[in-house]
């Protein structure tokens, strides 16, 4: 730890606005200008999936619905498509379609958060919104430290940091960030992601009784731990929580090696069920499962809204994998988030569904129809566009089925393995693939495709593929076909996008 940084945020009761977070503020609104009209020219602008304003957007964070709001945080780079000292942006919508972009949240702007305020959650307490973030401090190849810290809202609009709450403790490396908290039977619970001394991944877990004082249970869960083998060198964005009756820790192990059709993308993102016992300090689990089989998933975040619903978003992007490939960086911005999806438990796997609220967007129905193709591809009548909505239910697949979206990606469908493909985003004369094998014959395809990105959500949300697209801007054909007999209906929509205000 730097010598005097914890002395000198414990002189302060509140960290007001500083000069330096004033001319951050400054200058991110000033970058946000420069750019705007190369930014917002871009013909991959996306319809109804966040984007930043201008440089590069990561994780969501502090996702919370208080006093009939939703609000909606995210990692935020405003002066280069790379990674660095992360703002945070603040979104708000009371109802998911509508939705207003408030000034910046966070600032890395204080001497214990000046390499970046990392990713993190937020609780409501004392009619208060308390943001729990990390603080990074850079050094040259890693993080020198990273803290926990505490900012709070009187409106959820402006923020005061209160510093400090938790630092590395023992045994741990610099790495050591990203905390969800709750409230559970009186008491605040934390988890943060880990990295122990001997480069295992792990998941901290701690407790207080007043948000500001915290002691640690234990680590619940990592590599080496619970059951597993060797499991990654890093867990990031743990997320834990109660679905149905069961216990579920969302993670990102960084460090897997790619195994068949599983861990595919550079870091990967799914999650464990079993049962927490928080006074012992333990997590009991079975197997890693991931969220989402696409090429960019990843740092997903959920929350429970006011109507008992959890809720999970998650980011459009995996770090170190190619960013800079994306053709959006020329026009100076990269990323975007997914849309909002229910989480539901069916016993042995999470559901992901697209909230219903989505439905609002939809103008009226382009296509409704029963398609038979045998031995053949061909295009359907009124199937075409970008920002679109469709859905298909399978009455017959006798052999193989095929989607080729825009001369560009394709989802196949083979003796129960689901791939998507797209040309490589380093390498065009090269195709990369994404796989899975079903738990039961495709029944059911929903697909949400923007300007420049597929969500495809596969029997009723028992797999998803998230995965940026960029064909070219102007090409709209969508073909279908089929190796023996397929028998489909066809849904299409139109949809409006987000509103913006």
């Not at 109507?307 to 995996?318: A, E, S």
């Not at 100076?332 to 439905?359: F, N, S, Y």
Request: one cysteine or more; proline letters at 4%.
């Amino acid at each position: 730890m730097r010598e005097g940084i914890i002395g000198e945020v414990q002189s302060k009761e509140v960290v007001t606005l500083t000069n330096r977070d004033v001319q951050l503020r400054r200058a991110a609104e000033n970058e946000i200008l420069k750019q705007k009209e190369t930014v917002e020219s871009d013909p991959y602008r996306q319809k109804y999936h966040h984007m930043p304003p201008v440089g590069l957007m990561n994780d969501p964070n502090g996702l919370i619905q208080w006093k009939g709001t939703y609000h909606f945080f995210y990692q935020w780079m405003p002066f280069e498509t790379a990674h660095g000292a992360k703002f945070w942006g603040h979104y708000t919508s009371n109802d998911l379609i509508h939705w207003k972009h408030e000034n910046i949240a966070l600032t890395p702007s204080e001497v214990f958060d000046q390499g970046g305020v990392y990713s993190g959650s937020a609780v409501i307490h004392n009619d208060q919104l308390h943001l729990f973030y990390t603080g990074n401090i850079d050094g040259e190849q890693k993080p020198e430290t990273e803290y926990q810290c505490l900012a709070i809202s009187e409106d959820g609009v402006t923020f005061e940091k209160k510093g400090i709450v938790i630092e590395t403790p023992a045994g741990y490396t610099a790495h050591f960030r990203d905390p969800k908290v709750w409230k559970e039977d009186q008491i605040w619970y934390m988890v943060v992601g880990a990295q122990s001394e001997d480069l295992q991944g792990n998941v901290l877990l701690f407790s207080s009784n007043d948000l500001r004082n915290w002691v640690m249970v234990g680590p619940i869960a990592g590599s080496k731990q619970g059951g597993l083998g060797e499991f990654g060198c890093m867990w990031e964005c743990p997320d834990l929580f109660e679905l149905d009756g069961k216990d579920l820790l969302i993670v990102c192990p960084q460090g897997l090696e790619a195994d068949g059709m599983n861990y595919a993308n550079t870091y990967q993102s799914g999650y464990f069920a079993g049962e927490l016992n928080k006074e012992e300090g333990k997590f009991s689990h079975g197997h890693f499962q991931e969220l989402d089989r696409g090429f960019e998933f990843y740092a997903p975040q959920t929350m429970i809204d006011e109507k008992g619903r959890r809720l999970l978003v998650g980011w459009m992007g995996v770090p170190d994998q190619y960013e800079q490939a994306h053709p959006t960086v020329e026009n100076h911005w990269i990323h975007c988030m997914t849309i909002p999806r229910e989480l539901k438990w069916d016993g042995k796997k999470i559901i992901q569904a697209p909230v219903p609220e989505l439905k609002e967007m939809r103008g009226p129905v382009l296509m409704h129809s029963s398609v038979t193709i045998k031995n053949d591809q061909k295009a359907v009548r009124g199937v075409q566009g970008r920002a679109i909505e469709l859905n298909l239910e399978f009455d017959e697949l006798e052999d193989q089925f095929a989607i080729e979206l825009f001369q560009y990606a394709s989802l196949s469908y083979k003796d129960d393995v689901l791939t998507l493909s797209r040309p490589h985003l380093e390498d065009k004369s090269k195709t990369e693939f994404r796989r899975v094998l079903l738990d039961r014959d495709l029944k059911n395809l929903r697909l949400f495709i923007d300007h420049s990105s597929l969500e495809v959500f596969v029997n009723e949300g028992e797999e998803v593929f998230t995965s940026r697209i960029y064909p070219q801007p102007n090409e709209e054909h969508i073909l279908f076909t089929s190796l023996g007999a397929t028998t489909f209906s066809v849904e299409k929509w139109g949809l409006s996008g987000y509103q913006y205000r």
